[in-house]
Nanobody
Framework: QVQLVESGGGLVQPGGSLRLSCASP????????VAWFRQAPGKEREGISC????????MYADSAKGRFTISRDNAENMVYLQMDSLKPEDTAVYYC?????????????????WGQGTQVNVSS
């Protein structure tokens, strides 16, 4: 079974930062569009950000613009989500997902592989 593994979640105070990591022992992430999603209790899964495989163009949801940054490290086969100025409403389980389609999108439909998620709690 293809694995995507998220890490880096935890408890942080409002205004703080976290960096989430997405790794895969099975996929060459450089050849996939990779996105981050989140899901809070009682809410639908929300696309946060993605990075394309072809040109590494990026896309952000309005909730993430100006605060979150997605990036790749192809040498390490990793995709990161740097989250700054965190707010309590950012509390959720964060998932990374990979799509063979090379262009960027943040709709949950169409992604081929998903990780198990990492919990982010923003609270004082």
């Amino acid at each position: 079974q293809v694995q995507l593994v998220e890490s880096g979640g935890g408890l942080v105070q409002p205004g703080g930062s976290l960096r989430l990591s997405c790794a895969s022992p099975d996929l060459n992430l450089e050849t996939y569009a990779v996105a981050w999603f989140r899901q809070a209790p009682g809410k639908e899964r929300e696309g946060i950000s993605c990075v394309a495989s072809r040109d590494e163009s990026t896309m952000y949801a309005d909730s993430a613009k100006g605060r979150f940054t997605i990036s790749r490290d192809n040498a390490e086969n990793m995709v990161y989500l740097q989250m700054d100025s965190l707010k309590p409403e950012d509390t959720a389980v964060y998932y990374c997902a990979a799509d063979r389609y090379p262009l960027c999108h943040i709709s949950p439909e169409g992604f081929d592989y998903w990780g198990q998620g990492t919990q982010v709690n923003v609270s004082s």
